[in-house]
């Protein structure tokens, strides 16, 4: 079948709609974006995707049968509200149900680091370099730390609709107490504003993390070479777990801190030096759909 796949990502500031002819022909028929106002609230929220879908409609010409939309957080299986969103107004809500009495339509739900590999696994870099992957771990590491596994071309999300959440896995207590309320998180280490805050407590310094990779390539920053030292040692450590349970046949790493070159070269060792094997073969590769990845990930929910 060939219906028409909508996609919409919920983002903090921007609610981006799109519309692409199938999934083997992901060029949109229509791409388009109105501002969340997240400050206004809730419902005020719902009511934005509703307007956003009339004006899909209208400039389209087209009905959807269904809708899927890639969130901040997740959707708890059991309690039917969502959870783990850095938009916090969402948390605690019935979004799935809303959203459907809203639309009157059949939706899906799937967090962003999950349409992100979703994306990246149908229209981006494994498509293009590991084509025949079927089991895809997709990483997300910026302002936060998130990951999805997409497995023969679906997403998992597991019993709790946190499969691939590593971001929350314990890595070292150094990192300190997070967000989620456990402490030594992979997010306390690995995340932008955690390597941001470590090169901050060994120089007093709050410099952005450009910087701090621009100063580590120059050579005489001392405290910058221990930050990416850090970033590229955990790196490893953190993704051999996630490698010694999964073993995927890729891994694509999304996010600002996936431009980070030396987890490419100084990770890999390091994840070579802990993964339960002899040697490394998994390709690690950086994404090529750019900001595009959330939005066509939600799209290929409804495929
Ligand atoms: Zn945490």
């Known amino acids: 079948m ?47 995707i509703y307007t956003l879908v009339q004006q899909m409609k209208d400039q389209s010409g087209l009905l959807p049968s269904s809708i899927g939309f890639g969130t901040p957080g997740v959707l708890d299986p059991v309690l039917q509200t969502m959870k783990n969103c850095n938009s916090t107004a969402l948390n605690g809500m019935p979004l799935y149900r809303d959203l459907e009495a809203a639309l009157q339509l059949q939706i899906v739900l799937a967090n962003d680091a999950n349409c992100f590999a979703l994306a990246e696994t149908h229209w981006g870099i494994v498509k293009e370099k590991a084509p025949e992957a079927r089991l895809v771990f997709g990483i997300i590491m910026g302002t936060g730390v998130g990951g999805g596994i997409v497995m023969e071309g679906k997403i998992w999300n597991g ?29 306390t280490i690995l995340s932008g504003p955690a390597l941001q805050r470590y090169y901050k407590t060994i ?9 701090i990779v621009s100063n580590y390539g120059s050579g005489n920053d001392v405290a910058a070479k221990d930050t990416i030292h850090r970033l590229n040692h955990f790196f490893g450590k953190a993704v051999s777990v996630v490698t010694n349970l999964l073993d995927p046949d890729v891994i694509v790493v999304g996010g600002g801190v996936g431009n980070i070159s030396t987890i490419y070269s100084d990770g890999l060792l390091s994840l070579n030096h802990f993964i339960f094997n002899n040697t490394v073969d998994v390709p690690i590769l950086k994404p090529s759909l750019g900001d595009s990845a959330g939005v066509f990930g939600a799209a290929a929910l409804v495929a």
């Open 2 to 48: 060939n219906q028409p796949l909508w996609g919409i990502d919920l983002g903090g500031t921007k609610i981006e709609g799109v519309i692409l002819p199938s999934l083997v022909d992901p060029k949109p028929i229509l791409r388009t974006r109105i501002d969340t106002q997240a400050t206004k609230g809730y419902q005020h929220i719902v009511q934005q």
């Open 159 to 187: 019993r709790h609709g946190i499969a691939g959440e590593w971001g929350h896995n314990f890595l070292d207590d150094s990192g300190g107490p997070c967000y989620c309320g456990k402490s030594g998180c992979v997010e």
């Open 203 to 211: 120089t007093g310094n709050d410099l952005s993390l450009k910087q």
